[in-house]
């Protein structure tokens, strides 16, 4: 049976992502859900999902100090496992995070994670609640998924992708706000896809069953 992991690196409250994933596996017979931060379940996942709340500098250390763990995640990606980051851990996709200061990121998607500036002052930081995906290009993940399908949201600063073709859909917030990166085996939604409802389970459940 395929294995997903959840990867638990105390960066958030798995919960409501390990009933979310469990159910989509259940009803599409797509293998065994496991939330672990041992690198040796990471190491025998065929799919790794990478979850994290907060700051970017606080989430990234907190994974460096797992010895080991990184590594298996990124020699999964090396192998060509599908890899799902969400929130800030798919800000950690990119090169920069400049939340509070500088630090890098796993530079496997070109770009840097800035402070939410809206054009409109009226529009608050964090960018907090429902809004509209606008899709850019396909991806087997948004299979189903069209521009006007809600994600919910949560955060202040978002990820600047340096190559347009990594973007795969975002959002408007007074001015475009990415929503969904992806570049070969990797993809990365700012939003929870596990409190989208419908659209995020839809995106939970073609994460289970791509097969790049």
């Given at each position: 049976?395929?294995l997903?992991?959840?990867?638990?690196?105390?960066?958030?409250?798995?919960?409501?992502a390990?009933?979310?994933?469990?159910?989509?596996?259940?009803?599409?017979?797509?293998?065994?859900?496991?939330?672990?931060?041992?690198?040796?379940?990471?190491?025998?996942?065929?799919?790794?999902?990478?979850p994290?709340?907060?700051?970017?500098?606080?989430?990234?250390?907190?994974?460096?100090?797992?010895?080991?763990?990184?590594?298996?995640?990124?020699?999964?990606?090396?192998?060509?496992?599908?890899?799902?980051?969400?929130?800030v851990?798919?800000?950690?996709?990119?090169?920069?995070?400049?939340?509070?200061?500088?630090m890098?990121?796993?530079?496997?998607?070109?770009?840097?994670?800035?402070?939410?500036?809206?054009?409109?002052?009226?529009?608050?930081?964090?960018?907090?609640?429902?809004n509209?995906?606008?899709?850019?290009?396909?991806h087997?993940?948004?299979?189903?998924?069209?521009?006007?399908?809600?994600?919910?949201?949560?955060?202040?600063?978002?990820?600047?992708?340096?190559?347009p073709?990594?973007?795969?859909?975002?959002?408007?917030?007074g001015?475009?706000?990415?929503?969904?990166?992806g570049?070969?085996?990797?993809?990365?939604?700012?939003?929870?896809?596990?409190?989208?409802?419908?659209?995020g389970?839809?995106?939970?459940?073609?994460?289970?069953?791509?097969?790049?």
């Amino acid at each position: 049976m395929p294995l997903t992991v959840l990867v638990d690196y105390d960066s958030g409250n798995l919960h409501s992502a390990e009933k979310a994933f469990q159910r989509m596996a259940a009803e599409m017979d797509a293998g065994d859900i496991l939330v672990t931060s041992r690198p040796e379940d990471v190491a025998r996942a065929d799919r790794i999902v990478l979850p994290g709340d907060g700051a970017f500098p606080a989430c990234r250390r907190a994974l460096g100090s797992y010895g080991g763990l990184f590594e298996a995640i990124s020699d999964g990606v090396a192998q060509g496992k599908p890899f799902l980051g969400i929130c800030v851990g798919m800000q950690m996709l990119a090169t920069w995070g400049r939340e509070y200061e500088d630090m890098p990121g796993f530079d496997w998607i070109g770009g840097e994670v800035a402070r939410i500036t809206p054009a409109d002052p009226a529009l608050k930081v964090p960018h907090m609640g429902w809004n509209d995906l606008i899709l850019d290009r396909p991806h087997p993940v948004l299979d189903g998924i069209a521009t006007g399908d809600h994600a919910y949201f949560v955060h202040s600063y978002q990820f600047r992708v340096t190559d347009p073709a990594d973007l795969l859909a975002h959002v408007d917030y007074g001015g475009p706000i990415t929503a969904i990166v992806g570049r070969g085996t990797v993809v990365g939604t700012q939003f929870h896809p596990e409190k989208s409802q419908a659209m995020g389970l839809r995106l939970i459940g073609n994460f289970l069953r791509w097969a790049p």
